[in-house]
């Protein structure tokens, strides 16, 4: 379902990807992967198409993980690998602006998977509602299901890449322009910066040493 367009400000004109994924688990530094990624596009304030796929890992998925998401082993049995996933995707991204919920964990495993399939790292701009959500409503604004009601958005299904890369991309079309008129943001890359300078200083006043940490304890997300 479209989005109205966002008319005269900072998204006016411009695409963005807003992407998702889902992961055996929290810790890509311990050798968890990502078994699903998600792209919808946004076209001058429209969401437009979307493209999805499972990945299979090299690890089976733990049941922590597997409670969350739903994904199971014998749903990834016949994913394609990471080599044939990544170019679909980088071509979805090309160097496009890129938006995330929690951008800091998402990608701390896009990296990896990234080298996997020998493809270049990203450098793509990026936009984190999770930083626009907390510079406008504080450290409480911070799963993307709590965000999703506060805003009212549509339900999608959660805890999937798709369902949540769609709630990602309508969460920026309801803040970006919040931004515009609270905060005085005019572009989309002072946006992107505003978005990561509130993740960082929502981390600092929560006792946390990053984002990344800063959102460890909301585990619920993290798959």
């Known amino acids: 379902m479209s989005s109205p367009a966002a008319g005269p400000g900072l998204l006016a004109g411009r695409k963005l990807v807003a992407v998702d994924l889902e992961t ?15 792209c ?4 001058d304030g429209v969401i437009g198409a979307t493209w999805s796929s499972l990945v299979r890992p090299r690890r089976p998925v ?19 690998e990471p080599v044939e996933v990544v170019p679909v995707f980088r071509a979805a991204c090309d160097r496009l602006p890129l938006v995330f919920h929690n951008a ?32 406008l409503m504080g450290p409480g604004a911070s799963a993307l299901e709590t965000l999703r009601d506060s805003l009212g958005l549509e339900p999608e299904p959660a805890h999937r890449a798709l369902g949540d890369a769609l709630t990602t991309a309508r969460a920026l079309l309801k803040l970006a ?9 005019r572009t989309l890359e002072a946006l992107a910066a505003a978005s990561q300078d509130a993740v960082r200083l929502t981390a600092r006043r929560g006792g946390f040493d990053s984002g990344a940490d800063a959102v460890s304890s909301e585990r619920s997300a993290a798959f």
């Open 24 to 38: 055996t688990g929290w810790n890509s530094a311990g050798g968890h992967a990502v078994i699903e990624i998600a």
């Open 40 to 43: 919808v596009s946004i076209d």
């Open 62 to 80: 733990p049941a922590q993980a597997r409670e969350v998401h739903g994904i199971t082993d014998a749903m990834l049995a016949r994913a394609p």
């Open 104 to 135: 800091a964990f998402a990608l701390a495993f896009l990296g990896p998977l990234l080298r996997e399939a020998g493809a270049v790292p990203l450098d793509n701009v990026v936009v984190d509602t999770l930083g626009l959500a907390r510079g």
């Open 177 to 185: 322009p919040r931004w515009e008129r609270e905060r005085g943001v």
